[in-house]
């Protein structure tokens, strides 16, 4: 089935998000460079967003092909957003507006390229008769 292995590579992407997201700080290593964490987060919710889009353009379920884009962008967010409220718990983790943003510019940047990748790849319609 074509659907499956994006499918459990999603799955297992978000448990590999949760288990980052809800590791404490403390272990984590400081990589010294200024807005590292914003830019992690960035690639974290790049790929998250590029799953979620393969996953959804190729769902047998026509609520969720019908608008891929849309859907991993807000799905992707709002995994992000909840990954963050759950920091707030976690000794040593905080929760961040900015981390959340990055979350979501992440996931928005992938889509959009997904699209156009997709775009191209797609035949050009022939006009003529």
Do not use: C
């Not at 974290?44 to 891929?68: D, H, I, K, Q, W």
């Amino acid at each position: 089935m074509r659907g499956r292995s994006p499918s459990k590579a999603l799955y297992m992407w978000l448990i590999t998000v949760l288990a980052l997201s809800t590791y404490p700080d403390a272990m984590i290593p400081d990589m010294g460079i200024e807005f590292s964490d914003l830019v992690v987060h960035f690639i974290l919710y790049f790929v998250t967003g590029a799953l979620f889009f393969v996953v959804f353009r190729e769902s047998r379920f026509s609520a969720l092909n019908r608008a891929p884009a849309l859907l991993s962008i807000a799905l992707a967010a709002a995994y992000g957003f909840v990954m963050e409220v759950a920091q707030y718990y976690v000794p040593g983790r905080s929760y961040s507006l900015a981390d959340a943003a990055a979350n979501t510019l992440g996931a928005t940047a992938a889509v959009i390229l997904m699209v156009q990748i997709t775009n191209r790849r797609q035949p050009a319609d022939s006009g003529g008769g």
